[in-house]
């Protein structure tokens, strides 16, 4: 459960008296802040070439990014969230101010901003960036701004309904309806006065919060439900009947957990999630048939030497044809090697002519075609090379820190077989056969970070119970796995991590808890 007060605690055991109140917020509602080429002022530093980076300009130890006077073009956004990158502490600052005027936003002060904290947000409102220290950069600067529902539209809190089982078996999606207040037409989807006019509708999520009123007048907020937005519906307006509108929302981690993890891209390229270890296997890309080059030739005869056939060896292969005696085709005679004549396969070989081709090995065969003088002469040499089939097998899943181990139909090999860990591209050469590979992804192994990365490849980072987390990997140090999620919701990808492992995960009121069972129980 999350904490909560003694002044709450206290208020909500009142039996009465008590101020109980419920907040209502949609998010996310991304802010321009107006940081591009051209816009505002730049200080010694300049625009970063991606949206939401700023850089410092060569040579300057300090400097700095106003924006324009910019505007929310919603009275209804009145709270932002700001989020950014930075290598470090001291290499900037974030600073917000604000007014209800343009003319009087100059005159206010600024706020410096700490990532991830809410602040108030006026209808006018500048950025300021400060940048510290030489080479000082601020990458993925955005500002997320977040609706408040008046208090007084909320007819109806509902009721908040958690399905998700502890071992996320049986995965259902939880709903919640939120009745509001449309006496105004302000939920009419279009009207002139309807909150989200000109923002974007999709992927919104309703934040539920219920509160009480404290002694000294402040409020305090515990947050109770988190939804994904799905519909407005059950609209009514009629005569001495209240209008009113229901806001429809899926639990949010039900409806994260139910995305797909390594779903392949638009264009079919696989992306399988991966950490630590795993043995992949990689599918055909490109095929490159067996060829024979243009025989080199060297000596003063006349003759010109033809290949026939298809190559059909496994290895890169060098034939030296050496004439013995001279003559004629069809009288000289000739010896041929495949190491540059360290050995001879064959001597005293009759050099044929169209009508008598001569076989040499792995297919080949040659002839002689004649010319206008002496056609052989003792010393000529041709040289030519046969290379092999090559084939080029795709792991998915690269970049990879290393491919310790290449199975060519199971058999561990490393000859004739290269690999480049970068790309996940395995060249096999001479044959195909059924190719996997051992590879490293990473260094993350232990099934904490796994997990802990699963949710945050989700959208689910912000739920993670970090403090419950950190316990249960402490209290198993040994623990190292790999996996590989291809296409399957996280929630599967969860459970089969979970069924290997001995820890129980839940979630409480918004929050992802992890235990590790130690067998005390």
């Keep these: 459960m999350r904490s909560a007060s003694r002044g709450y605690i206290q208020e909500e055991l009142l039996l009465r008296g008590a101020r109980p109140r419920v907040k209502a917020v949609l998010f996310p509602f991304d802010l321009d802040y107006g940081l591009g080429p051209g816009s505002g002022t730049f200080d010694r530093t300049q625009y970063g070439g991606e949206p939401g980076k700023l850089d410092m300009q060569g040579g300057y130890s300090s400097g700095s990014w106003t924006s324009p006077v910019m505007q929310t073009f919603s009275p209804y956004l009145e709270t932002v969230v700001p989020y950014w990158e930075a290598a470090d502490d001291s290499s900037g600052r974030v600073y917000l101010r604000g007014a209800a005027a343009m003319d009087q936003v100059a005159g206010a002060a600024y706020q ?27 990458s993925q600067l955005r500002f997320e701004a977040r609706l408040r529902i008046p208090e007084r539209e909320l007819l109806k809190a509902g009721e908040v309904r958690v399905d998700l089982a502890r071992d996320f078996s049986g995965l259902q999606s939880g709903s919640h309806t939120l009745r509001l207040d449309n006496r105004e037409a302000q939920w009419l989807p279009g009207g002139a006065n309807f909150p989200v006019l000109g923002l974007p509708w999709e992927d919104k999520r309703l934040l539920l919060y219920h509160g009480f009123e404290l002694p000294d007048g402040q409020v305090e907020w515990l947050p109770l439900y988190q939804g994904a937005l799905t519909r407005l519906g059950n609209m009514a307006d009629g005569w001495q009947e209240r209008h009113r509108v229901e806001l429809e929302t899926r639990d949010w981690i039900t409806h994260c957990l139910n995305r797909r993890l390594g779903a392949p891209t638009p264009e079919g390229e696989r992306r399988p999630f991966m950490r630590g270890f795993y043995r992949a296997r ?31 060896g496994d290895e890169v292969r060098d034939y030296l044809l050496q004439i013995e005696t001279s003559g004629e085709v069809g009288a000289a005679t000739f010896r041929w090697s495949i190491n540059y004549g360290q050995s001879w396969e064959k001597t005293g070989v009759i050099c044929g002519g169209a009508e008598n081709p001569v076989t040499l090995s792995e297919g080949l065969a040659v002839f002689w075609q004649p010319g206008i003088w002496t056609d052989l002469l003792a ?10 089939p090559m084939y080029l097998y795709r792991l998915p899943g690269a970049p990879f820190a290393a491919i310790t181990a290449i199975y060519l139909n199971d058999e561990a090999v490393w000859e004739g077989v290269t690999a480049n860990p970068m790309t996940g591209d395995i060249w096999v050469t001479g044959r195909s056969a059924q190719v996997s590979a051992r590879v490293v992804k990473d260094s993350i192994t232990h099934p904490v970070d796994i997990m802990r990365d699963i949710l945050a490849e989700v959208g689910l980072a912000g739920t993670v119970h970090q403090e419950s987390f950190d316990l249960a990997k402490s209290l198993t140090p040994e623990y190292a796995v790999g996996v590989c999620f291809e296409n399957l919701p996280a929630s599967q990808a969860l459970r089969e991590l979970l069924r290997r492992t001995l820890y129980d995960l839940w979630v409480d009121f918004g929050e992802i808890k992890l235990r590790a069972y130690l067998g005390e129980e």
């Design 282 to 312: 990689g599918e055909v890309s490109q095929v490159n048939p067996a060829a024979v080059g243009t025989p080199q030739k060297y000596g003063g005869g006349s003759a010109s030497l033809q290949i026939l056939g298809n190559y059909r």
């Design 112 to 138: 410096e901003l700490v990532a991830g904290a809410e602040y108030p947000l006026t209808p006018f409102f500048q950025v300021r960036v400060d940048l510290l220290r030489e080479g000082g950069s601020i």
């Design 379 to 388: 010393g000529d040499q041709f040289i030519f090379t046969a290379q092999p």
